[in-house]
């Protein structure tokens, strides 16, 4: 009952905790190319910001918007491998 409380005042709740691995597409150079990979991250912290946006820190230099899930942030390795299939063939 006290969840459903804080849910309804407007508690937002992350859909990552720290610990967790999320799976972000990116593109690297190589050599003259730039080609779309997996990056494999350690979710360190989740931070909310003033706009109410929500990043997972990942290490000391990197953030991630968890509002790009399910575009180019996925909580699974097989959904991530799925959208980067799906990018390849669309392009």
Request: proline share 2%.
């Given at each position: 009952?006290?969840?459903?409380?804080?849910?309804?005042?407007?508690?937002?709740?992350?859909?990552?905790?720290?610990?967790?691995?999320?799976?972000?597409?990116?593109?690297?150079?190589?050599?003259?190319?730039?080609?779309?990979?997996?990056?494999?991250?350690?979710?360190?912290?989740?931070?909310?910001?003033?706009?109410?946006?929500?990043?997972?820190?990942?290490?000391?230099?990197?953030?991630?918007?968890?509002?790009?899930?399910?575009?180019?942030?996925?909580?699974?390795?097989?959904?991530?491998?799925?959208a980067l299939?799906?990018?390849?063939?669309n392009a």
């Open positions: 009952h006290v969840a459903e409380y804080l849910l309804r005042s407007g508690v937002r709740v992350p859909p990552v905790k720290v610990g967790d691995t999320i799976y972000e597409i990116c593109e690297r150079r190589k050599g003259d190319k730039w080609v779309k990979i997996i990056s494999e991250r350690v979710v360190h912290g989740v931070e909310i910001g003033i706009n109410g946006s929500m990043t997972a820190r990942c290490g000391t230099t990197i953030s991630v918007f968890l509002s790009y899930i399910g575009k180019t942030v996925f909580l699974t390795r097989e959904e991530a491998e799925n299939k799906e990018s390849d063939e």
